[in-house]
């Protein structure tokens, strides 16, 4: 189950971080456009709203300068009419209350349509019953002014907005046209100083679609005078004024058009703001956002990566590592297997080598020598060394084989057990044994415990000091997830470099003529304690004597002894 959890996380982990990322930076993109789109919109507004304001600005200029001239038109009529003094003079006099670059013409057109005066003081009689002004105005009804669309005017031979009046008599009969000829660039020159940009354009439209003048900083951005618009801002279906976008001829992009007419004069003045301009800030927080963005997702990307792949490296050693731990495992329960095989077979022949020396000493009796029989007991000495080495061979390759489950064994029992088994050679040595009340209780193999601690007392009471009788005591704490089990000796002690060696299998300190053993107690004592999955280790004191450790896995549940 655990291994296919493991399975399971090795797999969906770098996908899970591999998506996670991926949510991220979608997040993180969604987010960044959604801000960009936002900031987009609102500058559009506001760019709609600045469109809308500069028409306004616009409008304005238009009606002052229209007013303005339709006041010079009728005064001009006035006096014509009430005191019958000379236009010259009075038309002179007004052209200097006008704006210079504004007036190109002031001229009367008699009831035939011919010239009659002009300022710029042609002599010639000219015909201009074919203008358009000219046939507005003897048809009409009603005294209006009338602004015609550009024309090149013959006398001034150039490019003219015309604003005209009636010249009617007392008793209602045309009597002529009283003429002002404009600049056209006056009504648009203000373009310079509004804030339309590189690619903004002013127009101011006529009713008939005919565009009476136009500025901008690029000449092919607006609609040159005298041309038709293509939009028709008089249309009826047409509010007042209104703000629209169309396509912009400049970039290939779109503007922003705002329009507003001026009914009462026929015009219509209109503002194109380029999207391109008007998005500028936006678009450079943009750029940066974007560029930001592409950063912060080259770091995310980037930590990401690493995060993965130390997690894929992770995982590949963790696997090759739980390979190598299960061969390892396998090949020692295999050389276990072998040792155990070995030893037991081995004592097969060992037994007939001990019996029949025996055999030979019995039936030999009294012909042997000395030397003879001591070489046979010489011999007999070995088979029952090599006995008892294989016969703790065997105990150590058991260790752990046995199909017994664990238990939960009182560690105070177990001590008192050991000491009944040891009585005899504690009584020999006259040592002394105190064990520490309330020893804890573990899980474990009861009989592994048991051959743990008789193998450490027993260590304790063969390795006594030949000075004084050994003094043992056995003791216990907790600490942390463990329990601390030491037994102390005041016996020979144990030099500091050998403390990790008398662990390993056949590993003694001493020849057999100062202390008898096979050096398989404490390899024996290690493989039990780690069989209980817990530590054991030494310290000593030379010539003072020992502490081995014993660190077991506290079972919650377990009370101590
Ligand atoms: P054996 O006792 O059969 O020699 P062990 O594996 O039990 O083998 O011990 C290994 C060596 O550790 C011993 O030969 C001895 O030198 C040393 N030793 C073990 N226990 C003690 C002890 N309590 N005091 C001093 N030396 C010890």
Redesign the pocket.
Known sequence: MARLTDGFFRLTAPIGIAVFALVLLVGLWGSLIAEVAHDRAAQMRSGEIQAANLARTFEEHVRRASANIDQVLLHLRDEISTEGRGVARQGELLRRSLPPDMVIQLAVIDSGGRLRYSDLGTAESLDFTDREYFRVQRDSTSDRLFISKPVLGRVSKRWSIQFTRRLTRSDGVFEGVLLFSAEPAYFVNLYDSLDIGENGAVELVGADQVVRASGARKPDVAQAAGTHSSENYFAAERPDSEVFVTPCPVDNGSRITAYRRLTDLGLAVVVHLCNNEVLTAANQRAGLLFFGGGVVSVLLLGCFAVIIWLLVRRQRDGVSLTAQTLRLQRSNCELEAFAYAISHDLREPLRTVNSFLGLLVRRAGTKLNDEEREFINFARDGALRMDHLINGLLDYSRIGRSERPFESVPLANVAEITLANLHATIDATQAVVSVMPNLPTVMGDGDELIRLFQ??I???L??HSPDRAPVISIAWRQQGAEWIISLM?N????PAD?YER??GIF????GRGE???????????RKIVEHHHGRIW?T?SEGQ??T?FVALPVIKGLSTG
């Open positions: 193998n450490l027993g260590n304790a063969k390795y000796d016996g020979i002690g144990i050998q008398i662990f590993q003694r300190l001493h202390f008898e053993g096979t050096g398989i107690g404490l390899a024996l004592c030494v000593s004597g020992s081995f």
